[in-house]
């Protein structure tokens, strides 16, 4: 199973992904705004689903959001 973005493109660890849309998350203050870059992702076992840092915080967030940077 092979783990793509929003467009298409394969996705692998260590690459950067842009938000494509503003995205509340759930247990965190503030919005990931559109345009964001999330820099040293990681695939999980699931190939709709990405893990990522943002600040101390690993989040999941789902590749239908993800466009590769």
Same mark, same amino acid.
């Given at each position: 199973?092979?783990?793509?973005?929003?467009?298409?493109?394969? *996705?692998?660890?260590?690459?950067?992904?842009?938000?494509?849309?503003?995205? !509340?998350?759930?247990?965190?203050? %503030? +919005?990931?705004?559109?345009?964001?870059?999330?820099?040293?992702?990681? *695939?999980?076992?699931?190939?709709?689903?990405?893990?990522?840092?943002?600040? !101390?915080?690993?989040?999941?967030? %789902? +590749?239908?959001?993800?466009?590769?940077?």
């Amino acid at each position: 199973m092979t783990t793509r973005d929003s467009n298409g493109n394969e *996705l692998s660890d260590g690459d950067t992904v842009m938000v494509i849309k503003d995205l !509340k998350v759930k247990g965190m203050s %503030k +919005t990931l705004k559109r345009g964001s870059q999330i820099k040293n992702i990681r *695939l999980t076992g699931n190939p709709e689903q990405i893990e990522c840092r943002i600040g !101390k915080a690993t989040i999941v967030l %789902k +590749t239908a959001f993800m466009k590769k940077a």
